[in-house]
């Protein structure tokens, strides 16, 4: 059974950093891709970042720049580090796990930025 476990979500200003990490236990398989995706109040889930086991990041346009994804593949765990976060970013950050044809979530962290 596999299971993601997401922590570091928070309260921030805007402007400020927050760094999510997410560690993946049970059964896991080389060659999988983990990510990060958001779901703000009224709005559908967004894809955020992912990377591969061999370290291809993909990010959406609107944290180009200001997001960084990266994993730690000998502890299944990847990590969001976030700066000049934006009141828009605001979120409940869901970590995933796409490995085999199937997908994987954890129950999400709430990421709130004021003005």
């Known amino acids: 059974q596999v299971q993601l476990v997401e922590s570091g979500g928070g309260l921030v200003q805007a402007g400020g950093s927050l760094r999510l990490s997410c560690a993946a236990s049970?059964?896991?398989?080389?060659?999988?891709?983990m990510g990060w995706y958001r779901q703000a109040p009224g709005k559908q889930r967004e894809l955020v970042a992912t990377i591969t086991s061999g370290g291809i990041k993909h990010y959406t346009n609107s944290v180009w720049g200001r997001f960084t994804i990266s994993r730690d593949n000998a502890k299944n765990t990847v990590y969001l580090q976030m700066n000049s976060l934006k009141p828009e970013d605001t979120a409940v950050y869901y970590c995933n796990l796409d490995m085999r044809g199937m997908m994987y979530w954890g129950k999400g962290t709430l990421v709130t930025v004021s003005s």
């Open positions: 049970g059964s896991i398989f080389s060659g999988n891709v």
